[in-house]
């Protein structure tokens, strides 16, 4: 199982920012996929999910109306496209896939700094 993620960078208050996580090794389009982050000094977090085919999402409210979640499962591939960022936001961005009978698996992460 692979998960690389992309995409991440130093930016300021106010744009738009899409990382990108690409899988292999597993069945991606029968994984739950998800986004967390974790900031210096705090304690990693849930930001976003989605299920198998996109029919679900959810998102913590720190980022809801802000931030979307969406894969494209013949790519293999799932997004975070996070719009009006804020200093709050930076942290290091990590995919997560949910593998069914095979367990949890995590990229390595992709810094995201949100700076003026």
């Known amino acids: 199982v692979r998960l690389v993620e992309s995409g991440g960078g130093s930016v300021q208050p106010g744009v738009s920012l899409r990382l990108s996580c690409a899988a292999s090794?597993?069945?991606?389009?029968?994984?739950?996929m998800s986004w967390y982050r974790q900031a210096p000094g705090k304690e990693r977090e849930l930001v976003a999910d989605?299920?198998?085919?996109?029919?679900?999402?959810s998102y913590a409210d720190a980022v809801k109306d802000r931030f979307i979640i969406s894969r494209d499962n013949a790519k293999n591939t799932v997004y975070l496209q996070m719009n009006s960022l804020k200093a709050e936001d930076t942290a290091v961005y990590s995919c997560?896939?949910?593998?069914?009978?095979?367990?949890?698996?995590w990229g390595q992460g992709t810094q995201v700094t949100v700076s003026s």
């Open positions: 997560n896939a949910k593998v069914p009978f095979k367990g949890v698996y």
């Open positions: 090794g597993f069945t991606f389009s029968s994984s739950d």
């Open positions: 989605i299920s198998t085919h996109g029919g679900r999402t």
